[in-house]
């Protein structure tokens, strides 16, 4: 496959990992190439000293996932960037995925950053509602709490 722009193939491979239930991280980026992997790529130390000074019992999702793509920048004999074609890919996930679209949508790399439904929250913020009230008013526009493309948390932290 082939797409006109790094943001095209960006979408592309986040609605297929939407769709089959992963999120994405944005792998390394070279003049060549671009790797777009799953989350869950890489090793999760938490913690590295006295287990007895532990306060929280924090662990990690890395899972040593090797699933990912690269993407091979394709450029015309003038030197400028055409696109981008799929190099290599792997598919195969060492995790139990969650296709659920009521999951997904939570996920990092798949939280809708509308800017209409952000304006609103910053509005009704501006306005000091409170964190829930927001989140219920959400519910009832987008029909069910399950439906809100972002949770309570992002609202606070607006």
């Not at 130390?45 to 793509?69: M, P, Y």
């Not at 890919?89 to 060492?94: A, D, E, G, S």
């Not at 501006?126 to 964190?131: C, G, I, L, N």
Request: aromatic share 6%; charged share 30%; net charge positive.
């Amino acid at each position: 496959m082939s797409f006109k722009t790094e943001r095209e193939a960006h979408e592309f491979y986040r609605t297929y990992a939407q769709l089959a239930g992963f999120s994405i991280n944005m792998g390394n980026r070279k003049t060549y190439s671009r790797v777009m992997r799953c989350s869950r790529e890489g090793k999760g130390e938490f913690h590295k000293g006295n287990e007895d000074l532990r306060i929280r019992n924090n662990t990690s999702k890395k899972t040593h996932c090797k699933a990912q793509v690269k993407f091979k920048r394709v450029y015309n004999s003038d030197g400028k960037e055409e696109g981008m074609v799929i190099e290599w890919v792997n598919l195969f996930h060492n995790h139990i995925l969650t296709p659920k679209q009521t999951v997904t949508q939570h996920m990092r790399g798949h939280k809708s950053k509308d800017p209409e439904l952000l304006e609103i929250v910053d509005e009704l913020q501006d306005a000091d509602v409170r964190s829930h009230c927001i989140r219920n008013l959400l519910g009832r526009m987008h029909g069910g709490p399950e439906n809100v493309p972002i949770t309570t948390r992002d609202i606070e932290n607006r």
